[in-house]
């Protein structure tokens, strides 16, 4: 459907697994069992699946930019809010709540652009002069 298809999309290049509807609650080893089943097949649900970036920090002159590949992703107007150390990206229908790393999180983010299929969100380096001066 359209609905999975998205979320395909927004998580890629995440591997995504797919589990029916059920009308009861899952509750059980038993049961858990069953689900798992259905959810990996003969692969094992304890392999890494996934080994890659799914964000990049860099530092170029004075500010960081925090790249995120968005490969399914068309470029329209993005709106950012930023609460704390999580930033809030919705570009049209998708939207990512990102925990920004430490370095980042007391930063403003002044530029988001499209560059080769990634979001790269611009943030200032903070004066360190200015903070470290003594009256």
Known sequence: TKLLQQ????FA???I???PY?????LGIS??????DVIFGNQDPTQVYFRGQI???TRQGDEYILRLPLPHVEMNK??????????????GNFKRDITLPSVLSNQE?????????ALEIHFTVPDVSSDSDVA
């Open 55 to 57: 964000q990049e920090i």
């Open 109 to 117: 983010a002044t530029v988001a652009r499209f560059v080769n299929k």
């Open 13 to 15: 290049p995440l591997p």
């Open 78 to 91: 993005v709106l950012m809010t930023k609460k704390g150390d999580e930033m809030i990206v919705e570009i």
């Open 22 to 26: 059920y009308s009861h609650e899952i």
């Open 7 to 10: 979320i395909h999309n927004t």
């Open 31 to 36: 049961q858990l069992g069953k689900l798992a």
């Open 17 to 19: 697994w797919e589990a």
